[in-house]
Each structure stands twice: as structure tokens, then as C-alpha cells.
């Protein structure tokens, strides 16, 4: 037996020692292990694509908010609906879901670095979806080349930190702040000693179109809801009475920026053009109001690192616009335009308009002018609690324009003399019975308080108090059942809103 095992292992050993022969005698060619690099060139995060001298850097973030006696986005009741008209049966919280993904890379050439940047946004929001549906933005998606930025971008109008104010809401005021970019064709020139300068044209529609009133016709009452179509990015500007016509040019937009270690200082400037509808849509003929043109400018600094504490910010900006209101008034709540802001308490009521201007058939449009100053500042009391107090006073008035919206609401009511009304804006119908004009002004002030226990996760709370300042003094009358939840000829005593929302809010970056 011991002769059997000595002869198998001794066979064993022999063919593994000829197969070992056999392979040292045949001609072998490594395979070339091709590892991922670190690109050290742009930051930290950032790889070379295998093959390729391209840099590539992929983050993005988990979301979670939920807002208190506010809508989505922690935007405040004044909306109209079941929570503008202050109904028992508004939504006490509202919640929202979100997935970020970016990609950003960057190529060293001879004419500089190629850069592409994409921003996706999966969304589940409460009440809009079904149980488990959902949907997708796209924020970002723009080419830097050259000095040149082409595609959907953050507007040149803005300064460099608009998307860096320390609050969470949108739905606080902050001029210009859009959130979502504004497709564009930008160049910008470098001066040295980090002076810049930037020239585009953007897209206005639909960030830029506060919409326009034909005060012949009909046009959204207090109360009702400022949607005719579904959500923003399905409609542009729809609400009933918008008479906004074709997007013809775009917005012309410049700014010059100062860049330096203590902080930033930022002026822009804009213009914008406004074209009306037909008088009668039925019949071309009939003819039309003449283009406008409105501008905006705005003046922005910041200050980092303050004696009060390091990573410490202090931010003040302040704008101007006729016949530009949304320049004054943007971020992502301005999406339905005219009609957004209307806040029931009981028997009494504060509303009005944020448009670029009105105008009545066969005449002209009449521009709006409106203004806004805000302060941003941030504290950071050790690397992991930080807090935030901000404030905003933005305000809109219309000028020879508030006779013709003064007529509107009068006598006939939102429908105006002589205007043949479908039943859907029959039901927002109305009637003024006051003195003083359609001017309005929105004061806001806010805390945000962060803590980051571990790298990359943000937990925060925020308090936002508001006040809708009309200038009315008077009454209107519900004429019918479009003030949601409020009887036929209800009567509401106009005056000052004060409005209180809050929010909460998980944040996981990588």
C-alpha cells in the first residue's frame, strides 16, 4: 500500500514538474493594468478617465425637507388655495424627497480647460406623484470654453455666491436667486488682480416673465389658484389672465465682478423686452401693443472670514427693475406669476400682483418698477454649529398702471366691462371697494441654525416670519365660489398679512 502512494505521488509531482516546463518554454504577454489616477489639478474629488487626459469629478446629495404651515420648498400660504385662504383642510407639513447627481470634468488645451457640468435633480414630492412616482430636473447642463458658457447656467445677473445663501427655503425672497439656471451664451473676460467681466443673452421664458395684464379681460382673483396647467416646468407663466405673447428676444445681461481673498463685490445689469398678446386673440387684424423694454441692475458684496469668527460671512445685495419684476422677485416660488401672493385671516385679506406691466386694449403697457434689499449673514460657533440670520424687504408699485387695474376690479369686477368670461374665471370673480393703489411690499426675516456632526451631513432647522404690506383700505367681495372654501359674497376688510412658516432638513453630500 505504501508502495501504491509513493508511486501516485511520485507521478503527481512528475506531470505538474512537465507542465511547469511546458509553460516556461511559451512566449507570454502581460496585460497591462490600467489604474484609475487621482487628478490633483482641479480640486479635490477629481480622477483622470482611464485612456484620457480628462479630469472627472462625480458628487451629489440626498435631500430630505419637511416644511411646517407652508407648502413645498417651505414656501408661506400666500398662494392662494387651502392654505392662502387659511381652510381647515390645508396641509399642516409638506414633504419632499430628493436625489442630486452631478458630474463635472475638466481637459487642459491650448485654449484652456474644457469644462461640462450637469446638475440632476430626482424628486419625490408629497401630493404630486403617485405613491411611488416621482420626477427629474435638470438644473445645471452647461460648456465652459474659452471664456465662453454655453447652455443652462446660473444667470450672469447674479453674484457669485447666489447659490451659497445660508437658508434653506425658497420660499424667502432674495431678488434675483435662481436656483434652477437659465439657459444662456455667456463670455466672460478676465482682467487680472481678480477684476472680471461677463456679456450674455438669456433665455426669459419662463424665469424672467412676470406675465402682463390686459385689464380688459379676466385675470386671477385673491384666493383662487394662480395655476391654469400642472406644476413649474410644465407651463410657463399660465395663470389665467396672463397676456404675455411670443418669447421674440432674449434678455441681454452684463456684469463686472471684484474676486479677492476678503470676498467679492458684483454689479449687473439687464434688459429685458416684454411682448404682449394680441387685443383679440380671434382676429389679427385687431392688432397689438408694442414691445417694451424694462432693465434691471443690482449691486452685491460679500465679506468673508469676519472678526466675529472663522468661515464667518456677511452678504448684502440690493436691485432695481421696471418692467423686469422678476429680476426683484425670482427664486423658484415666482413661477406662476401675477396673482401669487393673496393671505386670508379670518374676515380679512391682503393680496396682490407681481407683473411687468398692464395695459387695456388699444392702449400701451404700462410698466411696473420694483426694488429689493437683502442681508445674509452666517456664524459659525465651532466647525459644527453654525447659524444664520437673513432678512428681505422687497416692494412693487405700478404708477399709471393702477388706474387701469383700479377700473378692472370695480363695478364688473376681475372680469372688466364687456369681457364675455369662461365659467373657470367667472368662478375667480370679485369685486374691489376701496381706496389707495396695487402696490405692495414683502418684508421677511429669518434664522437657520446647522449642525454638521460628522463630514458631509447637515442637519438644520429654520423660522421664517413674513408680512404682505398692501395698500388698500376697504373691502372685497367674493361674487361667487372661487375663493376656495369661502361662501358666495363674503365680504373680507383689506389689510397687512403676517404669515410664519418653518422647516427642517437632512442633507448627506459626496
Given amino acids: 500500500m505504501t508502495m501504491i502512494k509513493s508511486l501516485i505521488l511520485g507521478s503527481t509531482a512528475g506531470l505538474i514538474a512537465m507542465s511547469g516546463a511546458q509553460a516556461a518554454d511559451l512566449p507570454v504577454k502581460a496585460k497591462a493594468v490600467e489604474y484609475v489616477k487621482i487628478c490633483s489639478l482641479y480640486g479635490a474629488g477629481f480622477y483622470y478617465i482611464p485612456g484620457t487626459d480628462t479630469c ?47 458630474s463635472d470634468t475638466r481637459t487642459a488645451t491650448e485654449y484652456g480647460v474644457v469644462r461640462t457640468y450637469a446638475n ?11 405613491i411611488a412616482g416621482g420626477y427629474v430636473e435638470v438644473d445645471y447642463a452647461f460648456i465652459q470654453f474659452a471664456g465662453f458658457t454655453f447652455g443652462k447656467a446660473v444667470s450672469q445677473f447674479d453674484p457669485q455666491w447666489a447659490l451659497s445663501k445660508p437658508y434653506i427655503s425658497s420660499g424667502f425672497n432674495a431678488g434675483s436667486n435662481n436656483a434652477t439656471g437659465i439657459p444662456q451664451l455667456a463670455y ?28 380688459t379681460g379676466t385675470i386671477t382673483g385673491p384666493g383662487a389658484s394662480t395655476f391654469t396647467g400642472a406644476f413649474y416646468g410644465t407651463n410657463s407663466n399660465t395663470f389665467l389672465g396672463n397676456a404675455y405673447g411670443g418669447n421674440h428676444i432674449p434678455d441681454v445681461v452684463g456684469n463686472i465682478r471684484l474676486d479677492q481673498a476678503w470676498g467679492t463685490l458684483h454689479f449687473g445689469a439687464a434688459m429685458h423686452a416684454a411682448t404682449p398678446t394680441l387685443y383679440s386673440a380671434a ?48 427664486g423658484t416660488t415666482d413661477t406662476s406669476g401675477g396673482g401669487r401672493y393673496a393671505k ?39 466647525p459644527a454649529w453654525r447659524t444664520s440670520l437673513f432678512g428681505n424687504y422687497s416692494h ?6 393702477n388706474d387701469l387695474m383700479m377700473a378692472a376690479f370695480s363695478g364688473a369686477g376681475v372680469n372688466g366691462p364687456g369681457f364675455s368670461s369662461s365659467a373657470a374665471a367667472a368662478a375667480r370673480a370679485g369685486t374691489l371697494n376701496a381706496t389707495g393703489n396695487f402696490d405692495l411690499g414683502l418684508a421677511q426675516i429669518g434664522t437657520k441654525t446647522a449642525w454638521t456632526p460628522v463630514q458631509n451631513l447637515t442637519l438644520s432647522a429654520q423660522f ?28 373680507f376688510v383689506l389689510q397687512d398679512q403676517n404669515l410664519y412658516n418653518g422647516s427642517v432638513q437632512i442633507l448627506r453630500s459626496f
Avoid: M
Fill in 188 to 215: 466672460t473676460a478676465s482682467f487680472g488682480n481678480g477684476v472680471s467681466g461677463t456679456i450674455s443673452v438669456e433665455n426669459a421664458s419662463p424665469y424672467r416673465n412676470a406675465g402682463l395684464w390686459n385689464t
Fill in 464 to 491: 421664517t416670519y413674513s408680512r404682505l404690506d398692501q395698500n388698500f383700505a376697504g373691502t372685497y367681495t367674493s361674487v361667487s365660489t372661487g375663493v376656495a372654501g369661502k361662501p358666495a359674497g363674503s365680504v
Fill in 283 to 330: 382676429n389679427e387684424q385687431v392688432g397689438h401693443a408694442d414691445d417694451k423694454y424694462g432693465f434691471a441692475v443690482t449691486g452685491a458684496v460679500e465679506f468673508k472670514n469676519l472678526p466675529t469668527g472663522t468661515g464667518d460671512s456677511l452678504k448684502i445685495e440690493a436691485s432695481y427693475a421696471k418692467g423686469a419684476a422678476k429680476y426683484v422677485f425670482g
Fill in 56 to 102: 472627472i469629478k462625480i458628487g451629489g446629495a440626498i435631500r430630505l425637507d419637511t416644511a411646517f404651515n407652508g407648502s413645498t420648498y417651505d414656501v408661506p400660504f400666500w398662494q392662494g388655495g387651502a392654505g392662502g385662504n387659511n381652510l381647515w383642510t390645508k396641509n399642516y407639513l409638506s414633504t419632499r424627497e430628493r436625489f442630486n447627481l452631478t
Fill in 344 to 382: 386670508f385671516d379670518g374676515n380679512t385679506l391682503g393680496f396682490g400682483y407681481v407683473l411687468d406691466g398692464v395695459y387695456t386694449t388699444g392702449g400701451q403697457i404700462q410698466q411696473s418698477t420694483a426694488w429689493e434689499v437683502s442681508a445674509f449673514y452666517e456664524h459659525y460657533w465651532n
Fill in 120 to 130: 440632476l435633480q430626482f424628486d419625490f414630492l408629497q401630493d404630486r406623484e403617485s
Fill in 396 to 401: 412693487i408699485s405700478y404708477g399709471s398702471g
